[in-house]
């Protein structure tokens, strides 16, 4: 299962950075999310979902269906 959290960050012209802070977690933390070293909270994934406006099925991958 393939984490699309990198792709809507790029997609908004966001950096790691900007998305850390709002997550309230450091950018090197959030990387290895992104880089699937370790596995992303469920409250943070619902939280991203919100904030980029699609559902947590799109986000992990469950679905293709924004």
Not at 34 to 55: C, D, M, N, Q, W
Request: proline share 2%; hydrophobic share 40%.
């Amino acid at each position: 299962m393939r984490l699309r959290i990198r792709d809507m960050r790029e997609d908004a012209d966001l950096t790691q950075q900007q998305i850390a802070k709002f997550l309230k977690c450091d950018q090197s933390l959030y990387s290895k999310y992104e880089r699937g070293e370790r596995a992303i909270p469920l409250e943070l994934v619902i939280k991203l979902a919100l904030y980029y406006g699609t559902s947590v099925d799109y986000l992990i991958g469950l679905t293709d269906i924004r």
